[in-house]
């Protein structure tokens, strides 16, 4: 059991020898560094006469972390593993037809029709880690297959918008407490929820095992395959519940709403940018949110700047390409510190 704390530690806590300073860990790195572009953001935002952190400059920065939060934070659960997923943005899409479909506009249906979208999009996790542990496929490819065989599914069977969601059901979309979204709350909620099982139970600690290193742990006694289906599992109801959320939000189901604003990618970005390591074994929940919090700040920042989408990119991928290299230095740094003790 000593070895699965070890390699269950967050990677957030760096343990200090004598002689040695305590140093930034990569989630105290990312608010610092979310704070810094908030500042600067303002100031530019501010140089147009524009108030970037007025009450609905923070709604628009929180509205675009709902649906790509919760997707990161099943992505985390898989990264952490030393897996991936790229099927969660067609199954965003595929969830949201799902749900909208069976509601088709009656209360009586909303709770049928989320239930049934969560049953298939664990479904679908299944056969991720199922393909991924007993056929032994790469993670990216088996992910990859599919996510095409579920576009081969949307592209023949919908051409757009399907479905109904009752008005009431929209209240999860756009209410909000106070100044925050509830759908936002809900979001930090089911964070809670994640940082609680990754940090606080034996099957958390098995996923950080596995992805630490994944023969030590099965010689450990870790059921291994276990492991990586029930994260896959977990990512994709949490793509899932983005489906949901987003039929609410859009009022039916929408096909493309996942590939449209890259929800695959975008969450990966978000997790890698939080401090986990796509290798596995290192990270956590609490980063994420802080990536994905600086990725729909860029956004709101650029939007209100009228930036050219070009630009947009180029900016986002500087960000990210900077942030991995920087926690790369941070690890050989580890290392060689490891070393020298």
Not at 12 to 22: I, K, Y
Not at 126 to 132: R, S, T
Request: proline share 4%.
């Amino acid at each position: 059991m000593s070895i699965l704390r070890e390699k269950a530690a967050p990677a957030d806590q760096t343990a200090t020898r004598p002689g040695v300073r305590s140093r930034l860990t990569p989630v105290v790195v990312v608010y610092l560094a979310l704070v810094t572009l908030l500042v600067v953001g303002s100031v530019l935002v501010g140089m147009r006469g524009e108030v970037l952190l007025d009450q609905a400059g923070i709604l628009n920065i929180l509205t675009r972390s709902t649906a790509l939060g919760l997707v990161a934070i099943g992505q985390t659960m898989v990264i952490l593993t030393g897996s991936l997923d790229l099927s969660v943005a067609y199954l965003i899409g595929l969830t949201s037809l799902l749900a909208a479909e069976t509601m088709a506009g009656q209360n009586g249906m909303v709770v049928p029709g989320v239930l049934l979208a969560l049953a298939v999009a664990a479904a679908v996790g299944l056969v991720n880690g199922l393909v991924i542990t007993v056929l032994r496929a790469n993670a990216f490819i088996a992910t990859l297959g599919v996510a095409l065989v579920l576009r081969g599914y949307l592209e023949n069977n919908y051409t757009g918008p399907a479905g109904d969601v009752p008005r009431s059901f929209q209240h999860l979309g756009y209410d909000r407490i106070g100044p925050l979204p509830v759908a936002a709350l809900l979001m930090l909620a089911v964070a809670a929820l994640a940082w609680w099982y990754l940090s606080r139970t034996r099957p958390g600690y098995h996923m950080y095992a596995v992805g630490g290193d994944i023969e030590v742990a099965r010689l450990s006694g870790v059921p291994t395959r276990r492991v990586v289906v029930t994260a896959h599992v977990l990512c994709s109801v949490a793509a899932g519940l983005t489906g949901i959320y987003l039929a609410s939000r859009l009022g039916s189901g929408a096909p493309y709403v996942g590939t449209d604003a890259g929800y695959d990618l975008e969450s990966i970005a978000a997790v890698v940018l939080g401090g986990t390591l796509l290798a596995g074994g290192r990270g956590g929940v609490v980063g994420t949110i802080g990536g994905v919090l600086i990725l729909a700040t860029l956004d709101t920042i650029f939007d209100d700047l009228a930036v050219d989408p070009f630009f947009k990119d180029v900016v986002r991928g500087v960000v990210l390409v900077t942030a991995v290299a920087l926690y790369a230095r941070r690890m050989m740094a580890d290392r060689n510190r490891g070393r020298l003790a």
